[in-house]
C-alpha cells in the first residue's frame, strides 16, 4: 500500500479544492480543539501470520496515553490536524518487559465539506530485559471521513502493520484492520479575524549576514543574497495568498548583466498561514544561473529561504528567515566560483501588502483534455469511458485571484455544464503547474463520440475585465473505443528438494492493476485483473540463472496454451496471464513472453517478483504495465543514460531520449508528471507513458501489432509440445506431447525463416512448422546457451512421427506407439462433495510399456472451461487444499495422460467443492431471514460482531462460486464493499421483488458454495 504518495495526493486535491472556494472566511463544522481518536473494536485480517501473533492485540489505540486519555490531537480553526505521541511504560506481571509507544498523526479538515483526511505513523517496541529478546511493530493507518455537525464520525481505516522480533516472529506480516473512533468535541475555536489578501510582496529590506561554513575570498555575501523575486514587468507582486491559506508562487526573470553575461533565475514559493494564530510558514527555493558569452562557461547558485513568522492585521511581517546558498559551476567563469558549498543564514526584513488589482483583461489561452497523456493542441487520442479531465488555462495582464472558469457542453440535446472552478491567473502560464488551470472531470456520458466544450472565464467581483471579447474558447475532441484488457494472477512458490518449506512470494497483490489502468488507453472498466482460483503453483526447479527465466517462462506459457484448449470457449485464461513470485530470486526481477523478441513466444505471460516492502508497490504495479506493454509490442527505447538501463539494439523507439518529453497526469490521482518522467518502457524509478508508447498501444488496440486480427478457428486437433535445443546446434530435447481440441482461438502459422523445424510425418503429406528460437532472454537480451520452448501449432491428419530438426540435423524425434494409455479417476466419485486438504487419485497403464506423463484440469463450470492444476506430473496422485478452487455445486476434474505422441483423457464430476450455502445468509442460520440484513447493517455501521466458528466473518474475502475472483463475505449486491445496499437486496428478496443481479453475481436467496481466500503461504 502506498500510502506516503497517495496521501501527498489527497493534500494536493485538498489545495486545489481550496483553491475554488470564495475569499470569505469559511466556517468548519464543529471544530475540536483536541481530538480523541480512541480504538473501539476491530475486526483483522492477517497475512503471512506466525503463530505466535495474536492480531487484535497488535490492533492499538492511535495513542494511549493515561495522563491525556485519548486527547492528543489538535485540530486548529484552519482545520490542521496535528499530534504526537510518546509513552513509555514498564510491566512486571507474568513477564518483565518494556514498551514503548511512538506516533505521530497529521491531516486535514475541508473547510467547505467537512471531510478528514487524515494519516497516523506509529513504531511500537517491547523489550524483554530478562530474555534479551525484542520485536519492533511499525503501523500506517489512513483513513479519510466526514466530520458530524456534532463532531464525531466512525469509519474503516486502512491499517498497515509490519512486525520484526527475535522472539519467534521471523517474519514481516501485515494486517487489515475495521476499526470505530471518535472525535470529541468539548472545546470550540473560533477563528481569528486575519485579513486575507489576494497576494503578498516579499520585499527584501535589509540583512546581517554570517557564514557557517569556509568563505571563498571572492564571495560577495551581499550580493549572493538576492531578493526573493526582483522582475521588473512583475513588482514585488508575485504570490498568491488563497482563502484556505495556502501560499503559492513562482517567479522566472532573465536578466543581460552586460554584453557577455546573462543570468537567469528561477523561484518557486509554497507555504501556509494558520489563521487561527496569524503563522506563516514558508519557504522558497531559487536557482540563479548564468552563462558567459561567447565562451559558454555556466555556474548556477541554488538558494532556499524558509521562515515561520507572524502575520498581523496590518500585514507587516518582520521576522528572521534561515538562508542556505550553495554555488557549483561547470567551468569557472574568471574567478567567480571555486566549487565550494558555502552557507549563510540572514535577518531581514520584509513587508506583505494587498494587491490592488481593479483592472485586468482576462482571456481563455487554451483548453486540454487529459486523460494520461497530452499536449497543448490535444493531438494525443483519446478513450471512449476513460477517466478525463479537462485543464482550461486562464491568462490575465494582472494577477487575479477568484476569476470564475465554467466549462459547457452539448451532449445530449440541451447545454450542460461542471461545477466553477475559481482560478489564479497571471500573465503567465505554467502547463507543469495545476494550479495554474481550472480542473473540470468530465461526465463519463461526456466521453464517447464527438464532444465540443466551451469554457468561459469572468473576473471576480470588485475587477473589471478591460476585453470580454476573448473570454469564451472551444474545442472539439472525439472519444474513440478501444478493446477490454483482462489479466488473471496466479501465485507461485519454487520449492526445491533442498528445501524445508517453499518460497512464496508474500503479502496481498490485490489492486495491482491500478496504475496499468492509469495508463492505457482503455476505458475505466474494462481492465480487468483478478485470481485464477486454483492452487498456489508449486514449482519445483530452480530460478537462478538466465536459462531458469526461460524454462519458467516456458512452463508458464505451456500452461496458457492448456487453456486455450476448451471446444467452444475462446479462452479460460484472460489475454495476458501473470505469475508472482516470490522476491530474492536470481533471475530478472520481471520479464514478459513477448512474439516480437522470440517467435515462439506467446505475448501472452508475463511474470514478476513480489517484494515484500510496501512502499514498493507503485513500482510492482508499474512493472506489471511494463511487462505487459512488452507482449503488446512495445520495446526498451534503447537510449543511455535517459533509460536507465534499459537497453534494446532493436528499439523502435524514434525518440532522442528516454523520457516522456511531454506533460503527463495521473487523473485518477490528479498527479501531474513532468516531462523529465522517464517512459513506461524505461527501468527509471519515476515513469510515466510517452506520447509515442501510448499511440502505438492505442493503435494496436491491445493486440501485439496494430495489423493483427484473431480470426476464430474452427474446432480443429492440436498438439502442444514442448523441448529444448542448444545454440550449437549440437543437441536438443523433445518432451511428451499432449493432442488437444481446440476452438475459436488462432493457431499459429509456420515461419520459413525459422532456424528450427517441428517435423510430422505419418500417413499424409510430410509437414513441417518451422520458428525461431534467438537464444536470448526476453527482458535484457541475457545469452542463453541452451533455449527452452512450447508450442501449440495444428496437427496434421495421421502423423505418427514429429521431429526436432535445425537445417538438415534432426536433433531429437518422438515415434507413436501402437496402442494408446488408459487412465481412470478413482477419486473423487462423482456427486461427492470436497472441502479441505484432498487427494485426487488415478490409475494409467500403457499397453507398450510407455511411461506416462499426466496432467490436471479442473473446472467449477460443468466443463465449459478448464485450467491446469498440475503439468508433466509423472505419479498418479496430486494432493491440494479444495480451499484453493472455486467452489462450485458443478465442478469436475479431468486427467490427461500421454505416452510421447498418443493421449487419453478421463473426467470425473461433477461435483460439489465447497460447502453450499444461501446467498445472503450471512448469518449461517440456514435461512435468509431478517436477521441477515440486521446484521448487514450493523456491519457497515462498523459494529461489533461475534461469528459462529461454522460461519464467514462478514466482511471476510471469500472466494464465491459464480465469480473469478474475490468477494467480501456479504456482499449479497456484488459492489465489493459491504454497505446498505446489500441489507436493502436482502430485505426485496424477503419482500418478493425480483432483482436482477450483475453478471455472475447469485440472486439473493439462491443456493451457491462460497470458499475462503487461500492463505498466503
Not at 482503455?522 to 503453483?537: F, G, H
Request: a negative charge; proline letters at 6%; charged letters at 15%.
Amino acid at each position: 500500500m502506498a500510502v506516503p504518495a497517495r496521501l501527498a495526493v489527497a493534500l494536493l486535491i485538498l489545495l486545489l479544492a481550496a483553491v475554488t472556494t470564495s475569499t470569505a472566511s469559511a466556517a468548519l463544522p464543529i471544530v475540536p480543539a483536541n481530538a480523541d481518536f480512541d480504538f473501539h473494536n476491530g475486526q483483522v485480517t492477517a497475512v503471512n501470520k506466525p503463530p505466535n501473533a495474536i492480531p487484535t492485540a497488535e490492533l492499538f489505540d492511535i495513542c494511549n496515553i493515561p495522563e491525556s486519555p485519548g486527547s492528543f490531537a489538535r485540530i486548529s480553526a484552519s482545520g490542521a490536524l496535528s499530534g504526537n505521541c510518546d509513552e513509555t511504560t514498564e510491566t512486571t506481571f507474568q513477564i518483565h518487559r518494556i514498551q514503548r509507544h511512538q506516533g505521530t498523526l497529521s491531516g486535514q479538515v475541508d473547510a467547505e465539506t467537512g471531510v478528514v483526511t487524515w494519516q497516523y505513523s506509529s513504531s511500537y517496541s517491547n523489550v524483554y530485559p530478562d530474555t534479551g529478546t525484542f520485536d519492533n511493530i511499525s503501523y500506517v493507518l489512513t483513513g479519510t471521513k466526514t466530520l458530524s455537525t456534532f463532531g464525531g464520525w466512525s469509519g474503516t481505516a486502512n491499517y498497515s502493520l509490519t512486525r520484526q522480533c527475535n522472539n519467534g516472529c521471523t517474519r514481516n506480516y501485515s494486517y487489515t484492520g475495521t476499526i470505530q473512533y471518535t472525535v470529541g468535541t468539548d472545546v470550540a475555536i473560533t477563528p481569528v479575524n486575519i485579513p486575507k489578501p489576494a497576494s503578498i510582496n516579499f520585499v527584501y529590506t535589509s540583512q546581517q549576514l554570517t557564514w557557517s561554513s569556509t568563505r571563498p575570498a571572492f564571495a560577495d555575501a551581499a550580493d549572493d543574497l538576492l531578493f526573493i523575486c526582483d522582475e521588473p514587468d512583475v513588482p514585488d507582486v508575485f504570490v498568491a495568498l488563497v482563502p484556505s491559506g495556502s501560499v503559492f508562487g513562482e517567479c522566472n526573470a532573465i536578466n543581460q548583466l552586460g554584453p557577455t553575461l546573462t543570468e537567469s533565475v528561477a523561484g518557486h514559493m509554497t507555504g501556509t498561514v494558520d489563521f487561527d494564530t496569524g503563522l506563516l510558514t514558508w519557504q522558497y527555493v531559487s536557482t540563479v544561473s548564468y552563462v558567459h558569452h561567447p565562451s559558454g562557461k555556466k555556474g548556477a547558485t541554488a538558494i532556499t529561504f524558509s521562515g515561520a513568522n507572524q502575520i498581523g492585521s496590518n500585514l507587516q511581517v518582520t521576522g528572521t528567515a534561515s538562508y542556505s546558498l550553495a554555488r557549483t559551476c561547470t567551468s569557472p567563469i574568471a574567478n567567480d566560483c571555486d566549487q565550494q558549498v558555502y552557507a549563510y543564514t540572514g535577518t531581514f526584513k520584509y513587508n506583505a501588502t494587498v494587491a490592488a488589482v481593479t483592472t485586468a483583461d482576462l482571456s481563455i489561452d487554451h483548453i486540454e483534455v487529459v486523460q494520461v497523456v497530452q499536449d497543448a493542441s490535444n493531438t494525443i487520442p483519446l478513450v471512449a469511458e476513460k477517466a478525463t479531465i479537462a485543464r482550461v488555462f486562464v491568462k490575465s495582464s494582472n494577477p487575479v485571484l477568484g476569476a470564475t472558469v465554467t466549462l459547457k457542453a452539448n451532449k445530449s440535446g440541451a447545454p450542460e455544464s461542471i461545477d466553477d472552478n475559481i482560478v489564479y491567473a497571471s500573465s503567465k502560464l505554467s502547463r507543469s503547474d495545476i494550479t495554474q488551470s481550472g480542473e473540470f472531470i468530465l461526465p463519463i456520458p461526456w466521453t464517447n463520440g464527438a464532444l465540443q466544450l466551451e469554457a468561459e472565464v469572468q473576473p471576480p467581483e470588485g475587477v473589471t475585465d478591460s476585453s470580454q471579447a476573448n473570454n469564451k474558447k472551444t474545442v472539439s475532441v472525439t472519444f474513440q473505443a478501444r478493446q477490454t484488457l483482462e489479466i488473471d494472477y496466479i501465485k507461485v512458490c519454487r520449492k526445491l528438494p533442498s528445501d524445508a518449506q517453499p518460497l512464496c512470494p508474500h503479502g496481498d497483490v490485490n489492486d495491482m492493476e491500478l496504475f496499468a489502468q492509469g495508463v492505457f488507453p482503455i476505458a475505466e472498466d474494462d481492465l480487468t485483473y483478478r485470481r485464477i482460483v486454483t492452487p498456489v503453483w508449486i514449482y519445483e526447479h530452480p530460478l537462478d540463472t538466465a536459462a531458469d527465466e526461460n524454462a519458467f517462462l516456458v512452463a508458464l506459457r505451456k500452461r496458457y496454451d492448456f487453456a486455450e484448449s476448451n471446444p467452444g470457449v475462446t479462452r479460460s485464461y484472460a489475454d495476458q496471464v501473470l505469475a508472482w513470485l516470490p522476491e530474492g530470486l536470481s533471475i530478472d526481477k520481471g520479464a514478459a513472453d513477448p512474439k516480437w523478441y522470440d517467435p515462439a513466444g506467446k505475448g501472452h505471460v508475463l511474470y514478476i517478483q513480489k517484494a515484500a516492502d510496501l512502499t514498493l508497490e507503485l513500482a510492482l504495479q508499474a512493472a506489471i504495465a511494463h511487462e505487459v506493454a512488452h507482449n503488446l509490442g512495445r520495446r526498451h527505447p534503447n537510449r543511455e543514460p535517459s533509460g536507465c538501463g534499459a537497453v534494446d539494439p532493436g528499439t523502435d523507439w524514434t525518440n532522442p531520449t528516454a523520457t516522456i518529453g511531454e506533460l503527463g497526469l495521473w487523473v485518477a490521482e490528479k498527479q501531474l508528471m513532468l516531462p523529465t518522467s522517464g517512459d513506461l518502457m524505461s527501468y527509471c524509478s519515476q515513469r510515466w507513458i510517452s506520447p509515442y508508447t501510448y499511440k502505438k498501444l492505442f493503435e494496436a488496440n491491445f493486440f501485439e501489432s496494430a495489423a493483427q486480427a484473431v480470426q476464430p478457428a474452427a474446432e480443429t486437433n492440436a498438439i502442444v509440445i514442448s523441448g529444448s535445443a542448444k545454440a550449437d546446434g549440437s543437441a536438443g530435447t523433445l518432451d511428451p506431447a499432449y493432442i488437444v481440441t481446440t476452438e475459436g482461438t488462432s493457431l499459429p502459422a509456420s515461419n520459413p525463416q525459422g532456424n528450427h523445424c517441428l517435423r510430422f510425418t505419418g500417413a499424409g503429406p510430410q509437414t513441417d512448422f518451422c520458428f525461431n528460437l534467438t537464444f536470448k532472454t526476453s527482458e535484457d537480451g541475457d545469452t542463453l546457451t541452451q533455449e527452452a520452448f512450447s508450442l501449440k501449432v495444428a496437427l496434421p491428419t495421421g502423423v505418427t512421427r514429429v521431429a526436432l530438426r535445425r537445417g538438415a540435423t534432426e536433433l531429437a524425434a518422438i515415434q507413436a506407439s501402437a496402442a494408446a494409455p488408459a487412465v481412470n479417476i478413482t477419486a473423487p466419485a462423482d456427486g461427492s462433495t470436497w472441502t479441505g486438504q484432498r487427494t485426487i487419485t488415478w490409475t494409467g497403464t500403457d499397453g507398450d510399456s510407455n511411461a506416462l506423463t499426466y496432467s490436471v484440469f479442473y473446472s467449477a463450470d460443468g466443463g465449459v472451461s478448464w485450467f491446469p492444476i498440475a503439468v508433466d506430473a509423472t505419479t498418479p496422485t496430486l494432493s491440494l487444499n479444495t480451499d484453493q478452487l472455486q467452489g462450485s455445486t458443478n465442478a469436475m476434474f479431468r486427467v490427461v495422460a500421454t505416452d510421447g505422441l498418443k493421449t487419453t483423457t478421463d473426467t470425473t464430476g461433477p461435483i460439489t467443492v465447497g460447502t453450499p450455502r444461501l446467498w445472503g445468509d450471512v448469518t449461517c442460520d440456514g435461512a435468509l431471514d431478517a436477521g441477515d440484513a440486521l446484521r448487514l447493517l450493523r456491519a457497515s455501521s462498523g459494529l461489533s460482531l461475534s461469528t459462529s466458528p461454522s460461519c464467514f466473518a462478514t466482511g471476510a474475502p471469500v472466494t464465491i462460486a459464480t465469480v473469478r475472483g474475490e468477494l467480501p463475505w456479504g456482499d449479497v449486491d456484488c459492489t465489493a464493499s459491504i454497505d446498505p445496499g446489500d441489507a436493502l437486496a436482502v430485505i426485496r428478496a424477503l419482500a418478493g421483488i425480483t432483482a436482477t443481479p450483475p453478471a455472475g453475481c447469485p440472486s439473493a436467496g439462491s443456493s451457491t458454495v462460497a470458499t475462503p481466500r487461500p492463505p498466503d503461504l
